[in-house]
């Protein structure tokens, strides 16, 4: 018998189940408990934060015998039909928006909405993908919208808010969802996790989270795919590890020493381990832009690291505290810009390991650049001095400046250079012969 996917399991039933949304659910339950509802809502913000869930929420509140409500009954017909396993209501049409966004789908769902609820309070429409309807779909519910019957109420969700033409979002309730932090799914997954009992080790919940990037629902799935290849003795961090894709946390303490100690030897060995080993090259620097971000972080506010960073194992902080240490804190923001430049020319790369060794050869002279350029400056500065004395002594120097192609030319820039070098030259044999008759015996 197949088991029900577990994001599907743990879907909320009411607002006050929906984690990291408080700036949503909070206004919807006053709204509803003082019977201020609106007649259109638009949910909008990223994949699998709890837009069409808070939909069937709303829907569920609005319909309950005991509503409108904040805090649906579940036991009347309303509230078992809309549960998570339930069959349905005739009264709640979900329409998607994807398949079902033209002129002529917006036509059914207005003459839908001119007959009367079958059973329930209200007929509630909610429109996923709602960024999908057309602009002549659009049009055409315009009206039915902003002046629906008394027993109709809308609810759009969409992940691009922007593409929903503005005579309609004007006319609606927008709430935005937002991606939810690692300070509210670390706990949450952990109570999943007892619940299951599921046996986790440290550091599993922290990659998982990272992969589900903020989505509740991904991350629910990635635990679920997680749980179903686990074993007696639970989750483990290394087969986390290489399952999701993320480098292995002692080959990327590694390479960020050897980073740190410009130890060239070590880095390219740990390249090469990446390689070896099938891992991504692209993900390795991800995870590598990754480190340098928290050590950034450390070194800027090192008594909070556990509240800005709590998705970082507590024995792994100690770790980043030592390397974080072992740079300067301008070193630290030269590499992360040189992996990030480096993560953008990994776009559609063909030939990644390149790319990746090339990242090394610059990591390892991130230092040198800095002198170079201060010479460069000195040069400048030393070729300018040159040239007003020059002018000042007279049309000699000037006339020396000039190259074949006149003043201001690519000639004149190299023959001047030319000149200080000659210059700096001539200064240091001065100085080595002053040097040698000051020497006893000289």
Request: charged share 25%; with cysteine.
């Amino acid at each position: 018998m197949a088991t029900t996917a577990l994001y599907r399991r743990l879907r909320p039933e009411s607002f006050a189940e929906v984690i990291g949304q408080d700036h949503v659910t909070e206004p919807l339950r006053r709204a509803l408990r003082a019977n201020r509802v609106g007649h259109a809502y638009l949910f909008s913000g990223p994949r699998g934060c709890g837009k069409t869930t808070s939909a069937r929420i709303l829907a569920r509140c609005l319909n309950c015998a005991e509503g409108p409500t904040d805090t649906p009954c579940g036991t009347c017909d309303s509230c078992r039909d809309l549960a998570r396993d339930g069959a349905g209501s005739l009264d709640v049409v979900e329409i998607d928006a994807a398949s079902h966004g033209g002129v002529d789908d917006a036509r059914e769902l207005r003459e839908r909405a001119s007959f009367a609820p079958v059973r329930d309070r209200f007929k509630v429409f909610i429109i996923d993908e709602a960024h999908m309807v057309t602009s002549a779909g659009f049009n055409a519910l315009l009206k039915l919208v902003e002046e629906p019957p008394e027993h109709v109420k809308f609810i759009f969700a969409t992940t691009e808010p922007d593409k929903v033409i503005g005579t309609i979002r004007s006319r609606t309730h927008h709430y935005p969802f937002r991606l939810i932090p690692p300070q509210v799914l670390l706990p949450y997954l952990e109570e999943i996790c007892r619940q299951e009992n599921v046996p986790v080790g440290e550091g599993v919940l922290s990659l998982v989270i990272r992969a589900g990037g903020g989505s509740a629902r991904d991350t629910l799935s990635v635990l679920d795919q997680l749980m179903a290849g686990s074993d007696e003795r639970g989750l483990d961090v290394e087969l986390t590890a290489a399952l999701l894709g993320f480098t292995d946390i002692e080959l990327m303490n590694r390479a960020t020493l050897a980073i740190a100690e410009t130890d060239a030897n070590a880095l390219f060995t740990a390249i090469d381990e990446v390689i070896g080993s099938g891992h991504e090259p692209r993900g390795f620097v991800e995870d590598l832009l990754a480190r340098f971000r928290d050590l950034i972080v450390l070194t800027a506010a090192p008594d909070h690291a556990a509240e800005l960073l709590p998705d970082v194992p507590v024995d792994q902080l100690e770790a980043l505290m030592e390397q974080a240490q072992r740079f300067q804190p301008r070193e630290l923001t030269d590499c992360a810009e040189i992996v990030s430049a480096a993560l953008d020319a990994m776009s559609g790369a063909t030939a990644p390991r390149l790319h990746l060794e090339l990242l090394a050869a610059k990591l390892m002279l991130r230092g040198q650049a800095a002198p170079q350029a201060g010479h460069a400056q000195g040069l400048t500065g030393v070729a300018a001095g040159g040239s007003a004395a020059g002018r000042a002594g007279g049309a000699g120097a000037a006339g020396g400046s000039q190259g074949p192609t006149g003043a201001g030319s690519g000639g004149s820039a190299r023959e001047r250079a030319m000149q200080v070098a000659r210059a700096q030259a001539e200064a240091s044999r001065n100085r080595r012969a002053q040097a040698e008759q000051q020497m006893p015996g000289g």
